[in-house]
């Protein structure tokens, strides 16, 4: 119930102003002790800058290492990491299309296609989905985390069950409270977030017991680091999944996976496969990803400038 309400939420949130992501590792000490379930990306001034270069994620150690559209500069001394490594980020950033590479005095050489935006991210909301409010799981505790980092700019919890002043009473003031219905799409604000500190220090809690609590002091910084890397996997990313491959195998309009022996929406990577008693193996059907994406958000597929253009090794730096 709560993947396919997810998708759903996914689906309605798409707008051409916006990109919209789910599950993304949103710890700063430890990126991946807090999956949130969906983001919101709104962008910044600086966003066709961003999207012009590349419709995937650009990786962060290009991105923080020390080049630039200029002068080129020896792989080895943009990043200081050992040979074998340094070279093989460099070419996973050639191949998102956010460096290009060349030799020069028999070294090889890296130079940024364009100049990188720092404004392109205007804010970014993460959203923890609990369809079912009866069985709150771990939920008090996830909002907590979300609300003390203060990573996300803000942080709103959806829900399709009925919420009551007892439900509002035991999430933290600032999380916002969406009343979602995936069958039909139509979302009701029960409670507005109250904008969080992303540019200021934040707490990480890092364990939480009932004597002992221990978390991290996280600075504007690094927040502003973790800020970015989620903003580039979200828009790198997106939210649908692969459908999966057997002839039963669809997508709806919106292009969420659906079984056509079942007559649902699936998770592919739980319903599907040898554990499926009506898989029949085939290749997955089109699922036109990219164009809805294209078409229903602020992504592009085919920017105007950068992209994977050149291919590594190919051309010599004037």
């Known amino acids: 119930m709560e993947y396919r309400f997810e998708l759903a939420l996914c689906a309605a949130l798409e707008s051409t102003d916006r990109v919209v992501s789910r599950q993304l590792g949103a710890g700063v000490t430890r990126p991946g002790g807090r999956i949130v379930d969906v983001c919101l990306l709104e962008p910044g001034p600086g966003f066709p800058d961003r999207a012009a270069i590349t419709p995937g994620r650009i990786p962060a150690m290009a991105i923080e290492a020390p080049v630039g559209p200029g002068s080129a500069v020896p792989v080895t001394e943009v990043f200081d990491l050992p040979p074998a490594r340094a070279h093989a980020v460099a070419d996973a950033a050639v191949e998102a299309g956010y460096l290009e590479k060349g030799r020069r005095d028999g070294r ?46 803000s942080v709103v919890l959806a829900t399709a069950s009925y919420v009551t002043r007892a439900h509002l009473n035991r999430i933290p003031d600032a999380v916002g409270v969406w009343r979602f219905d995936p069958e039909s799409g139509t979302r009701e604000v029960i409670r507005d977030p109250t904008p969080l500190a992303p540019n200021e220090p934040g707490v990480e809690i890092l364990t939480e017991g009932s004597t002992r609590t221990d978390i991290a002091l996280i600075d504007p910084e690094a927040k502003a680091r973790r800020r970015r890397r989620i903003a580039e996997r979200a828009y790198g990313k997106g939210w649908r999944p692969t459908p999966p491959g057997c002839v039963h195998a669809e997508t709806t309009a919106d292009g969420q996976p659906y079984c056509g022996h079942f007559d649902r929406v699936v998770d592919p990577g739980r319903d599907c496969g040898e554990g499926c008693v009506a898989c029949e193996p085939a290749d997955p059907p089109p699922s036109g990803r ?29």
């Not at 990188?116 to 909002?143: C, F, V």
């Not at 809805?292 to 992209?307: F, H, I, K, Y």
Request: glycine share 12%.
């Open 290 to 318: 990219e164009r809805l994406r294209d078409d229903r958000t602020a992504w592009v597929a085919e920017p105007s400038g950068g992209g994977p253009h050149r291919q590594a090794g190919l051309f010599r730096f004037g």
């Open 108 to 153: 090889d050489v890296v130079r940024a296609t364009a100049r990188y935006p720092n404004d392109w991210i205007g804010s970014l909301t993460a959203i923890e989905n609990k369809p079912d409010l009866g069985t709150p799981g771990d939920l008090r505790a996830q909002l907590r985390y979300d609300v003390a980092l203060g990573l996300f700019d």
